[in-house]
């Protein structure tokens, strides 16, 4: 070999180490590039979070503070969407924009877990019309399904499964992850069945029904005041139904959710002498709440409703 080319080698060799040296980031991030996981909702996001830890780039579509039923989804999104290794959604007619989105690394969470099925007319207050996608029944399907612990269970199990898909060397990882976070979403189960074994009262009253999952998981009835949304009036005769409910039951806390409006929940406490609270049903969350998680957010939940329901 020639001294030149020997020369030339070794110069090429000095080069791409100074390369290497001189731009460590961009080398970095070149080797280190995650995939791109993107969620509809807050409970979502949690379960994801818990469970991938940093192994991917995760983000939520909803901004702070905004409804899942009414959000307009922005052209910007929509790119990350289809930029994303997969999009993760509730489901169950939750987010009507989901009809804007065309790809194929979707996952609908709604078809692994256990929905609530019921007829308008059999619920005509306990879960007041709060109607949305319709099953083969043509009965109608509550989607606030993530209040229910069993589904956040099995949320993990799916979202740990499709993890393990997009990035096998990491499985074993994902899985110590999901049973530690299941193990905790068990307990918290467990406790929550016994603390409501020991509650005087059955019924709570809420603005609007997003909290059927709770009810059925530990036993007590929901008086729900809206109709079909968050935003919708109630007619008179919803108002003194919830007026005498109030009284037969002897309500004294009445709820409303962290994104509707408190006005009429409020005048209606007011006229019965009752207090008001805040309930949270963790389909997203206020920039106030961004450094908690569903675990926190459902122990607060569940302090508030025991209290309502007077549980030892």
């Excluded at 807050?42 to 901004?63: G, M, W």
């Excluded at 989901?98 to 709604?110: F, P, Q, V």
């Excluded at 709770?214 to 968050?230: P, W």
Aim: charged fraction near 30%; proline fraction near 3%.
């Amino acid at each position: 070999m020639g001294l030149k080319k020997i020369i030339f080698i070794l110069f090429i060799l000095i080069s791409i180490v100074s390369y290497i040296v001189l731009n460590p980031e961009k080398n970095h991030n070149i080797s280190t590039k995650r995939d791109s996981i993107v969620v509809s909702t807050f409970a979502l996001y949690d379960a994801a979070k818990n469970i991938s830890k940093d192994k991917f780039e995760l983000s939520s579509v909803l901004p702070f503070g905004t409804d899942a039923h009414n959000y307009e989804i922005t052209p910007k999104k929509m790119a990350k969407i289809q930029n994303s290794s997969l999009f993760v959604y509730s489901g169950a007619s939750l987010e009507p924009w989901i009809s804007k989105i065309s790809s194929s690394n979707t996952l609908d969470m709604s078809k692994y877990v256990d929905l609530i099925h019921f007829e308008e007319d059999e619920h005509k207050h306990e879960h007041h019309g709060h109607a949305h996608e319709e099953d083969e029944h043509g009965e109608k399907i509550d989607p606030h399904y993530w209040l229910d612990l069993n589904n956040m269970i099995k949320i993990s199990e799916k979202l740990t499964a499709e993890f393990s898909k997009l990035s096998p060397e990491n499985k074993d990882f994902f899985e110590s992850n999901k049973n530690a976070y299941i193990n905790t979403l068990t307990k918290m189960h467990e406790k929550y069945k016994k603390d409501f074994s020991t509650c005087k009262k059955d019924t709570i009253i809420v603005n609007h029904n997003a909290f059927s999952y709770l009810g059925k998981s530990y036993n007590f009835h929901i008086e729900s005041i809206n109709g079909l949304s968050t935003e919708s009036m109630p007619s008179p005769s919803d108002v003194k139904h919830i007026l005498h409910k109030i009284k037969e039951k002897e309500i004294s806390i009445i709820f409303f959710e962290s994104f509707a409006s408190d006005k009429l929940i409020k005048s209606i406490a007011d006229d019965a002498d009752v207090k008001v609270d805040i309930l949270q049903p963790l389909g997203n969350i206020t920039k106030d709440e961004k450094d908690l998680t569903y675990i926190h957010i459902m122990n607060e939940n569940i302090r508030k409703i025991k209290q309502a329901l007077e549980c030892r």
